[in-house]
């Protein structure tokens, strides 16, 4: 499961050519490198100091007369003082516990459901529908939802008044509103745990699951002894995945409400992405940017320190 | 009844025979529970397509039928709400703008990322780790993080609102990416081969270009895919950066819940259009795209 991108070994250089050994500096490293590294400079470094200096300013669109005069912590004192910003923090916390237990049993199930399943035909098409969602543009998803769920002619709204239920307004009261954006995130991101989980169980030796079938008939048993270790470590990625990928979320939610009825779903992206584009307070955005970048390197050092541990080694 | 039809073939045939006998080895009784899997897989595969061939659907029904209520289900489909969209809207212009931004981005990701990926592959320098480990974070890092100075960044460069923007921002996730796939691809590639050709004489950079490369292609055009995918999906960079001319098309769609009365056939037509490649080109490189999404994590 982890893997190596580096190797240590000493074999690592692919020249023997003859003659090459008293070469000491070698540019060909460097000119294939270089572009590459320059750009990802330019393009992923610079921004994150240009967004770390404008978190010492004070910077709004609206206000150019006032310029952009350093103003030491102090956005970092109203972020921190801001409820709406541990508002946000606390719905994106809250999105996670709504959505990834039931993403993670669920993605486990269908990949049990399809490892041994004795319809191999429809769980050949199933498996590649799965990729169906993951891959579709989650703008439209977030569109597609608006139809889905809307209050007089959804369909969503239908199915439930056939069991004499509703009709509900799922985007337009609070608490429904948190519901269909799991519910919206659930379906597209369930396949993506599914696929994952799958990787995992095809990597069980049979053997194993055969010799375990010999000893117990307990469906869960086989599940918990023998497979469950094999889940584990990808299902592990998958945790630090959605986690950042929540940090991240905006699109789908972004398309469905645009954070509302009133705060109601207004994730951390979200709610940045209203300071620094429709406030346009430029140095509040910024300061919060920076401190969701901390939340962001903290989660990347976890997932790199346990899925590439060889290379440090 | 699908038990007794396959009872009825397990009789009939040996194929069939043989099957139910593979199935007796691997200890599954072939009654219980098999009615139970069809019905989830059926399940499974309706919540998968149900809310797609809703979309669809709605792209071809006449706008009435979309209000109606109960929802109708067969109907005379209308390409109307496509030709509008093709004819009278800035929809053309934006999957245009679409195509070039993600086509480009990948392409520059591709030549910036290949050599670099063959140079962490297959030479050893100090702090190749700490370059790795960065080049890996960069998929870590929320895009709204980096929004707000790529906005001041372009405005300053006056780089907003053009495609040029989008296709340098879009390598801040697909530069990490393909450095990624693209390592463990050159890694796959036995040394040998590159041995044999040095010893006839070629040089590291000839050997890079005529034997590298080449057999690495497969793996450099999946991750291509993915690329393409994910510049094609971006949303955020694309509302923040761009306006009316460079417009890529998911900003267009989502343009269409702006305004009053919502125009829901254009509205899923435009959608319809926009997932339809990247759900092709994701089936494709199905087999990757768990591997890319993970950055490797899970193969």
């Avoid at chain 1, 590459?36 to 004070?58: E, K």
């Avoid at chain 1, 592990?236 to 959605?242: D, E, F, N, P, Q």
């Avoid at chain 2, 040996?14 to 080895?25: D, K, L």
Wanted: glycine residues 8%; charged residues 15%; proline residues 6%.
């Amino acid at each position: 499961m982890a893997v190596t991108p580096t190797s240590s070994s000493a074999d690592a250089r692919p020249l023997p050519a003859v003659g090459s050994g008293r070469r000491r500096f070698d540019p060909m490293p460097i000119l294939m490198l270089g572009p590459a590294v320059l750009a990802l400079f330019a393009i992923g470094l610079y921004p994150l100091f240009y967004a770390l200096r404008s978190s010492f300013q004070f910077s709004q669109l609206t206000k150019p007369y006032l310029g952009t005069p350093w103003v030491g912590f102090d956005n970092y004192l109203a972020v921190l003082q801001d409820g709406l910003f541990w508002g946000a923090l606390g719905r994106t916390f809250q999105f996670f516990l709504y959505t990834m237990p039931i993403q993670v049993v669920l993605g486990i199930g269908i990949a049990l459901l399809l490892d041994g399943t004795r319809w191999r035909v429809l769980g050949a098409v199933s498996r590649v529908l799965l990729v169906l969602p993951i891959a579709m543009t989650p703008t439209v998803v977030g569109l597609l939802g608006r139809l889905v769920y809307n209050r007089d002619f959804g369909v969503l709204n239908w199915l439930i008044g056939l069991v004499g239920l509703g009709p509900v307004s799922w985007l337009g009261s609070p608490s429904p509103a948190m519901i269909t954006i799991a519910l919206t995130d659930t379906w597209q991101w369930t396949p993506f745990v599914a696929l994952v989980a799958l990787a995992g169980l095809t990597s069980v030796p049979p053997d194993l699951v055969e010799a375990s079938r010999l000893e117990t008939s307990r469906r869960w048993d086989i599940f918990r002894n023998v497979q469950l270790p094999y889940l584990l470590p990808g299902l592990t990625a998958v945790l630090i995945i959605r986690t950042v990928d929540i940090l991240k979320l905006f699109d789908a939610v972004f398309v469905l409400t645009r954070g509302g009825p009133g705060v109601s779903t207004e994730l951390i992206s979200i709610y940045i992405q209203r300071v620094g584009f429709r406030v346009f307070d430029i140095g509040i955005a910024s300061a919060q940017a920076v401190l969701l970048l901390i939340l962001c390197i903290i989660l990347a050092r976890i997932y790199i320190r346990l899925f590439y541990r060889e290379i440090e080694s | 009844m699908t038990s007794q039809t396959a009872a009825a073939t397990e009789l009939a045939g040996t194929p069939a025979a043989t099957v139910a006998s593979t199935r007796r080895r691997r200890g599954r009784p072939f009654n219980a529970g098999a009615a139970g899997e069809l019905v989830a897989l059926l399940v499974l595969i309706g919540v998968i397509l149900v809310p797609i061939l809703w979309m669809i659907s709605t792209s071809l029904k006449s706008t009435n039928q979309t209000f109606a209520v109960p929802p109708v289900f067969i109907f005379e489909p209308t390409f109307e709400h496509y030709r509008s969209i093709f004819t009278n809207s800035n929809v053309p212009n934006s999957l245009l703008n679409s195509l070039i931004v993600a086509t480009l981005s990948s392409l520059l990701a591709l030549v910036l990322g290949a050599p670099a990926a063959y140079a962490m592959a297959r030479f050893e320098f100090r702090g190749k780790f700490d370059l790795w480990f960065w080049i890996i974070s960069n998929r870590f890092i929320s895009p709204i993080v980096v929004a707000v100075p790529f906005f001041l960044l372009a405005r300053d460069l006056s780089l907003l609102n053009t495609r040029t923007v989008l296709i340098l921002v879009y390598l801040t996730f697909n530069l990490p990416l393909v450095i990624w796939l693209s390592i463990d691809q050159f890694r796959a590639i036995p040394r040998e081969i590159e041995q044999a050709a040095f010893i006839d004489g070629a040089g590291p950079w000839r050997v890079f270009a005529t034997i590298a490369l080449p057999l690495a292609t497969p793996g450099l055009a999946v991750s291509g895919i993915l690329c393409f995918v994910f510049s094609w999906n971006e949303f955020l960079f694309a509302l923040v950066l761009t306006q009316e001319q460079a417009r890529t098309a998911p900003v267009e769609a989502a343009n269409f819940m702006t305004g009053f009365g919502v125009r829901w056939g254009e509205m899923m037509a435009t959608g319809t259009v926009i997932v339809l490649p990247v759900v092709l080109f994701a089936a494709l490189a199905s087999r990757y795209l768990v591997r890319g999404l993970t950055m490797g994590a899970v193969k």
